[in-house]
């Protein structure tokens, strides 16, 4: 198994990197920054079912926020 060490050694496929981000799927940067990493690169890795969820409730409430007049 790899060390911790290891790991924060070798680079990270983009593969990877994306993975990773979404491994913290709190975090709505790190689901953006996954997504405009795919869209970058042409990349398509599979999200989880429960990060497309999440992603459908932020578009939906975009969707039904009160629009601000500037």
């Known amino acids: 198994m790899e060390t911790p060490a290891d790991y924060f050694r070798r680079k990270l496929t983009d593969e990877e990197l994306?993975?990773?981000l979404r491994s913290?799927?709190?975090h709505r940067?790190?689901?953006e920054a996954a997504a405009?990493?795919?869209e970058l690169t042409g990349l398509a890795v599979p999200?989880?079912?429960f990060i497309e969820r999440l992603d459908d409730l932020a578009d939906?409430?975009?969707k039904?926020?009160?629009q601000?007049?500037?």
């Open 18 to 20: 994306i993975a990773g």
């Open 24 to 26: 913290s799927p709190s």
């Open 29 to 31: 940067v790190c689901r």
């Open 36 to 38: 405009r990493l795919e």
């Open 47 to 49: 999200k989880p079912e």
């Open 60 to 62: 939906e409430r975009r």
């Open 64 to 66: 039904n926020a009160p």
């Open 68 to 70: 601000e007049n500037g």
